[in-house]
């Protein structure tokens, strides 16, 4: 991942590709699901 490809994704000029979803997610702490979809699914914990 590079400055100039996230700068990208967050003018929405460009999405990230599949291959960069899942180290996205790690990096972010979120569910990649969530990067997909925008759709956030509680825990059980956290309920």
């Not at 990096?27 to 979809?37: H, Q, S």
Request: contains cysteine; negative net charge.
């Amino acid at each position: 991942m590079t400055v100039q490809a996230v700068s990208l994704w967050e003018n929405d000029s460009a999405i990230p590709t599949c291959d960069k979803i899942i180290p996205l997610a790690n990096i972010l702490g979120c569910d990649p699901m969530w990067l997909l979809t925008g759709a956030y699914k509680q825990n059980q914990e956290e309920a």
